[in-house]
């Protein structure tokens, strides 16, 4: 099952995603891993310097917290079962303590989804105006900034960079009588490094005709809903899109001390109404014939799309399924948690750049380009990790 946790609100660091693995071991809150993961590398420096790996001497006694997760798992285990009989009673009793304490939390985590769910409603007004705003139905008045935003040195140095000004290159200068804000959520889905991953270039023009992003809340599941205006890749019948993620929002019966809020266990796409000749979820390869003056025969294959994203694979019980359609639904749960808890109520920031994923901050930092932007860019996100004056999203990829 994968752990979503609640909605961003509750907690000043927003809480993503938290996935338990196959074996069923512990999660932990992925706001916090960063952090953990470099506390933990410093640890292990400092340790490699006064001992050889892999090898503990007769003078060095291992803490619990220095194993592997599996090691400390068993090891506590073997320290349990190894208490006398009185000792592991009260052990157990603690335990069955811990149990009436998870039924408040199933309780306390329910009333956050209704909460959520409330104050999302007094919002919709807001979103039909960002709404209108973005398809050009509405002109706002000329806008005074009244929000601090101070020059950040780091980012003027990277703006310097020649890799920077390549970049920009990219960028297509729109016209001044351009109407609304065009590609805004094509935008938004490509600063999203989760979602970007799932939109290939054949997407693009379809997705510039997305209009709005919404949420629809039911007690035991809500949906996602992509609202299209005309165009000639989709069926009038399919302007609305949909996606629809059911919730558990009690603990695992055979594991409960692993509950930290509502999981999603399923969801469901919709059926895509495409115009003929204009699915891109299919390609049309010719294949060439072994015989000298054969015809070619044309064959329909799948190919990649942010449009496959409407229909997952169908798994009832994860834990009887393969490991690629688990790796498959876990992205797609985390998409689906990212979409209600913040890109939906928080889409302007991720597309002016005031939110950012620090998903590919590691890989740039592999490629050894201490002086470049790639590092600039790691070093960006040590900065923002640090200040509690820019909102950010410790990541949103899991363990």
């Known amino acids: 099952m994968f752990n979503i946790g609640t909605s961003s609100e509750v907690s000043s660091t927003a809480t993503i995603v938290n996935v338990k693995d196959a074996m069923n071991t512990p999660t932990v809150s992925i706001a916090n891993c960063n952090r953990i993961r470099s506390r933990s590398r ?21 803490s619990p917290a220095e194993m592997p997760s599996n090691s400390r798992r068993a090891f506590l285990q073997h320290m349990v079962d190894n208490l006398p009989k009185t000792v592991r009673n009260r052990v157990l009793a603690l335990k069955h303590n811990q149990l ?17 769910k409330r104050f999302y409603l007094q919002s919709c007004t807001l979103f039909d105006v960002r709404r209108d705003i973005v398809a050009g139905d509405v002109e706002p008045p000329v806008m005074e900034r009244y929000w601090r935003e101070e020059p950040d040195e780091l980012l003027e140095e990277i703006k310097t960079t020649e890799e920077f000004k390549q970049l920009t290159e990219q960028l ?61 890749y989709l069926h009038t019948s399919s302007l609305q899109l949909t996606k629809k993620y059911i919730l558990r929002h009690e603990a695992d019966k055979d594991y409960p001390f692993m509950f930290e809020g509502p999981e999603i266990v399923r969801c469901e796409g919709c059926h895509i109404h495409w115009r003929d000749g204009s699915n891109l979820t299919l390609q049309t390869v010719k294949q060439k014939r072994p015989r000298k003056g054969a015809r ?22 994860l834990s009887l399924a ?20 913040q ?57």
């Open 296 to 317: 070619n025969i044309s064959k329909v294959m799948p190919r990649e799309s942010f449009f496959r994203f409407f229909s997952p694979p169908q798994a009832m019980d």
């Open 322 to 341: 393969d490991e690629k359609t688990k790796m498959v639904l876990g992205a797609d749960f985390e998409v689906g948690y990212l979409l209600r808890t």
């Open 100 to 116: 009436q304490q998870i039924k408040i939390s199933e309780q306390f985590f329910r009333e956050v989804y209704d909460l959520e």
């Open 343 to 399: 890109i939906v109520p928080k889409a302007i920031l991720f597309y002016t750049g005031d939110i950012v994923d620090n998903v590919n901050d590691e890989l740039c930092t592999a490629d050894n380009t201490s002086a470049s932007l790639s590092s600039l860019s790691h070093g960006d996100q040590d900065n923002q990790r640090n200040s509690k004056e820019r909102p950010s999203i410790s990541s949103v990829n899991p363990k």
């Open 172 to 232: 297509h200068q729109l016209p001044s009588n351009a109407v609304g804000v065009p590609s805004f959520w094509l935008t938004v889905f490509r600063n999203v490094a989760l979602i970007s991953d799932l939109v290939q270039e054949h997407d693009e023009p379809l997705l510039e005709c997305l209009l709005d992003v919404r949420i629809s809340y039911e007690p035991d599941s809500y949906t996602v809903h992509f609202q299209f205006r005309p165009n000639g």
């Open 42 to 62: 410093s640890r292990s420096r400092s340790r490699s310097r006064s001992r050889s790996p892999g090898a503990i001497s007769d003078s060095f006694k291992l």
